[in-house]
């Protein structure tokens, strides 16, 4: 079965209430109806150290969440908007991820070749597409393939205060965007599954 792992990348411990981790869980039921299982780390529960090594010592968590994503098809981050960028966290998992870019199989590959990058993001202040920009450039520098329109987002009207876990419903566009990031990805997934790209060396 394909897998989906989503990290929120939220600045609120558990069991606070985090619109990413609402919208990242909306990705992985989109998911759900394409024959996708998923899971949600978040991440601010984890002490992830500092660095760009798979393994930082002393503690890290790190390299037991990463073993998660090594075993995911598609790896979705979900963060909030803070200042006009991503949060401090998805920075860090993000910073993490880069050792897997000096990583190879036995084939030459990078160790990420062949699974899929997702992006959501929620926030009361523009920046969304720029995060996703960021997200999706990291994610492919790493290896990791991005889907057509493999993105979802929500941000509120200039200058308002609303969060996205506070709204009655998901808007209509949302849940549009939703639905087709999560097919994309699937397809995308199913198809790098069972066609691995071709030996480096």
Known sequence: MTSAIAINCTLK????????ELLARQTLDALSNHGVQGDIIRAVDHDIRPGVERDMGDGDAWPQLFDRVRRADILLIATPTWLGHMSSVAQRVLERLDAEISRTDDQGRPTMLGKVGM????????????????????????????AGQGSTYWNDE??????????????????????????NAAHLAKLLSSQAFPPYS
């Open 158 to 183: 200039a200058m308002g205060g609303r969060d996205y876990k506070d709204l009655e419903t998901a808007p209509s566009a949302v849940v549009d965007a939703t639905s087709a990031a999560a097919r």
């Open 13 to 20: 411990p558990s069991p606070a209430e985090s619109s990413s």
């Open 119 to 146: 992006c959501a993001v929620v926030g009361n202040e523009d920046g969304a597409h720029k995060i996703i920009a960021d997200v999706f450039g990291a994610l492919n520098d790493i290896g990791f393939s991005i």
